[in-house]
């Protein structure tokens, strides 16, 4: 499984509250989520995101209420993977639950830029950053991570592993 695109960065500390707003709560639609990801922290997110960039943020990215509609609004957006110093333990949960690939990187996270062009393997846990030529090395997902983001979630590997059996 492999990831490219477009860096989208971000800093420390951000909570599912700008993630998606809590006055966006009363709808679990992607699509409709998706048009307000980020519009706190940053106005112009839904016009610079394309399907396939890469979110990049620092420090304890996801804190705040455990609320699954975060990571679904920057799945739905066009994210395809978010890359953090660290996460916090509920986000990190909730993302692979949903099939967001996110990896802790704090080298990554510190020297890509916003615009940078990166390149992804979650096999191998490789981050490339093609603007700059610079190599990274994060955890690759183990077997069961990989299958549940392969299967889009939790909810699609549960669906398969029930009509395998």
């Known amino acids: ?8 960065k971000y ?25 307000h990801c980020m519009e706190d922290i940053d106005k112009d997110f839904v016009n610079k995101v394309e399907k ?16 699954e509609h975060a990571p679904i609004a920057i799945k739905a957006s066009g994210i395809s993977c978010v890359i953090a110093e660290t996460f916090a333990r509920i986000f990190y949960r909730n993302s692979i639950n949903i099939g967001l690939p996110i990896l802790e990187c704090p080298e990554a996270a ?30 690759p997902f183990p077997e069961f991570i990989k299958k549940i983001i392969a299967s889009d979630g939790l909810m699609g590997y549960v669906k398969n592993q029930l009509s395998v059996d």
């Open 11 to 35: 800093g420390n500390n951000v909570d599912t509250d700008v993630i998606i707003p809590a006055r966006y709560l009363n709808t679990s639609d992607p699509a409709e989520l998706a048009k």
């Open 52 to 67: 396939g960039s890469i979110m990049v943020a620092g420090k304890n990215f996801g804190c705040g209420s455990s609320r």
């Open 110 to 139: 510190r020297d890509i830029s916003d615009g940078d062009q990166v390149s992804v393997d979650f096999d191998t846990g490789k981050i490339i950053n093609l603007t700059t030529g610079k190599e990274y090395l994060s955890n």
């Open 1 to 8: 499984m492999k990831a490219q695109g477009k860096v989208i």
